[in-house]
């Protein structure tokens, strides 16, 4: 059976081997390992609420129960932009007039932005190839918003997710070389490696100070504006189908859609119900109708359940029980799967795991 739980620092070989794996482009899982080993003692910190809310790092991985061995990772960033900044783009409007020579354009203009500073962002999504199926995917990143339907009150500004923007075929990101080439001087890649966590002074001394008018950016760069990349669709719609919107903001490297919601408006938050938990004798027959969790922090784990929540009871078998680690008459918190097309193929692509740029 296949688990989420909270990481812990014994699986720091196991995150570096998927943090080698997901390879160049995901900011805030670098193969890194001294970075990890800190990473992951913050966040057993985090679930035990030992440190301060605002700077809380939430990791979780995808735990293969009869394997022994870890198959993906996510995390939500409790508040960005409280030790360094975050940088966003945020899409806008400015009116030019000329009432004497009849002339009335619209421009639409890029503004450097920190206005998602405290709120909280999901990331480090990834998926190993070999757990690429069965709606592992769907398990891995929904677990995050049940974390956040049982501790509402950790993410008061809301939560956010960066999807990774446009690449033309070859790789390149037509909004950089429009416009992030321009100031940096180097390419999209070297620039992305270069964002990592306590070392991004260099953005703010690099990028415009002034907003940018889009219509001197390139056709291709216009185009690119709020757009995801192919491999990332699915893993918006997931986030969609979870109440997740695009809004005015757009990443500043390649200018991918930041995809935002407010806690109460998640469908998590909405629709999951706490039930008591009642041991059932025999499987319950059918697909994995919910999602389950636990409800303390410190020992917070979901698993996908063929059971579904009656009359604030719900059926587990022996083998759920175990996985929760979870006795009958306890509470835990149930959520019934979406009815839409299950999404399973994530992978480093999916979400632009990037923490601040």
């Known amino acids: ?51 301060a809310p605002e700077l809380r790092d939430y990791v979780f ?33 400015l009116v030019h007039s000329a009432a004497a020579a009849g002339v009335y354009v619209r421009h639409e203009v890029l503004y450097l932005s920190h206005d998602l500073t405290g709120s909280a962002e999901l990331c480090s999504l990834f998926l190993h190839p070999d757990y690429r199926r069965g709606g592992n995917g769907r398990l891995l990143s929904k677990s995050r918003f049940m974390f956040i339907a049982q501790f509402p009150h950790l993410f008061t500004r809301g939560v956010f997710a960066e999807m990774r923007g446009y690449q033309a075929g070859g790789g390149d990101s037509p909004f950089w070389e429009s416009v992030g080439r321009k100031f940096f001087g180097m390419d999209f890649s070297r620039a992305d490696d270069l964002c990592r966590p306590g070392a991004k002074s260099y953005i703010a001394e690099l990028m415009p100070r002034y907003p940018i008018y889009t219509c001197f950016l390139s056709d291709a760069a216009r185009a690119a504006i709020g757009q995801t990349h192919v491999d990332t669709a699915p893993a918006r719609r997931l986030l969609e189908q979870e109440g997740m919107h695009a809004g005015a903001y757009i990443d500043i490297f390649d200018g991918g859609p930041v995809l935002q919601a407010g806690t109460r408006d998640l469908r998590a938050t909405r629709e999951s119900v706490v039930a008591t938990v009642a ?71 999916s979400e632009r795991a990037v923490s601040a740029v």
């Open 1 to 51: 059976m296949l688990i989420v739980r909270a990481a812990q620092p014994s699986d720091l070989d196991a995150v570096l081997q998927l943090a080698a794996c997901a390879g160049p482009g995901m900011t805030t899982l670098k193969a890194d390992r001294q970075a990890l080993f800190e990473r992951l003692a913050l966040s057993q910190a985090s679930f035990a609420q030992t440190v």
């Open 61 to 93: 991985v995808l735990d293969d129960l009869a394997r022994g061995r870890i198959g993906g990772i996510a995390a939500i960033k409790a508040a960005v932009g409280l030790d360094e900044p975050f940088y966003n783009y945020r899409l806008g409007t």
């Open 279 to 349: 041991a059932a004798r025999e499987a319950v027959a059918g697909d994995r109708k919910s999602l389950a969790c636990t409800t303390e922090a410190d020992a917070f784990r979901v698993i996908a359940s063929s059971a579904a929540a009656v009359d604030g009871i719900v059926s587990m078998t022996p083998a759920e029980l175990r996985a929760l680690q979870c006795d009958a008459g306890r509470t835990i918190r149930v959520l019934a799967m979406s009815t839409g097309q299950g999404v399973h193929q994530i992978g480093a692509a």
